[in-house]
């Protein structure tokens, strides 16, 4: 059994990064950081964009599935698998991943949150800088270039929020975790 969770802190205006695709100070929380490191132990493995991959070092030596279109469907390389999803299909690539089946952490970015939406979430971890606007950023998912809310998108891939909660009452930084409604 798989279960996809994807994991952003978005802005406002449902942002990741700033125009030149970079992470905004504005959306650097502590909190949200524990939050994130806490579920990625529960992972059984990460899948994120090369870029990702490349800027975040990786010292607790998590396992990695690494989204390029450099790979020839699926790799086994040194720092972790690297997946071309136009060269093997999901299902056959996390067959060979996790045979046992286990939790997927999804942190992005925009391309690879866009891929698995079309995949299925089981789980969604909405964390929002709230407060903050990242005019002409990044946003979550293409569809949010559109004018569509992050929330929307989400509400129309079949998911509802189950939890709300606050990460930091100084941001404030909240926390809506969005679960498949009908898994
Ligand atoms: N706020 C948040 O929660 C959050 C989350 C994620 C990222 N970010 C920020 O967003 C910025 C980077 O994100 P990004 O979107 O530019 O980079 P990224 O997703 O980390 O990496 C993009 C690369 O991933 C590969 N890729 C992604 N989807 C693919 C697909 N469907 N098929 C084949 N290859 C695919 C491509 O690699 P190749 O060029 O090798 O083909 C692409 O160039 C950073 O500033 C990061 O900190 C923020």
């Known amino acids: 059994m798989i279960e996809i969770h994807g994991y952003a802190i978005v802005s406002d205006d449902d942002r990741i990064a700033d125009p030149e695709g970079r992470m905004p100070e504005a959306l650097r929380s502590e909190a949200d950081w524990a939050y994130f490191q806490a579920e990625l132990d529960r992972a059984a493995v990460t899948v994120l964009g090369r ?41 056959a690539a996390i067959r060979t991943v ?6 997927v952490a999804v942190p992005g970015g925009r391309r690879v949150f866009d891929l698995f939406l079309g995949i299925g979430y ?21 569809a949010c270039e559109g004018g569509a ?35």
């Open 51 to 91: 870029l990702g991959h490349e800027a975040h070092p990786n010292p607790r030596r998590r396992l990695r599935l690494v989204v390029s279109s450099s790979a020839s469907g699926l790799e086994r390389r040194a720092d972790g698998w690297w997946w071309n999803p136009q060269g093997l299909d999901w299902e």
């Open 98 to 103: 996790l045979p046992a089946g286990g939790r």
């Open 149 to 183: 809310s992050a929330e929307a998108v989400l509400a129309r891939s079949g998911m509802a929020v189950a939890e709300r909660r606050i990460l930091d009452p100084q941001g404030p930084v909240s926390l809506a975790i969005w679960r498949r409604s009908n898994p």
């Open 122 to 142: 089981a789980a969604f971890h909405l964390s929002r800088a709230e407060g903050v606007r990242i005019s002409g950023g990044v946003a979550l998912f293409s």
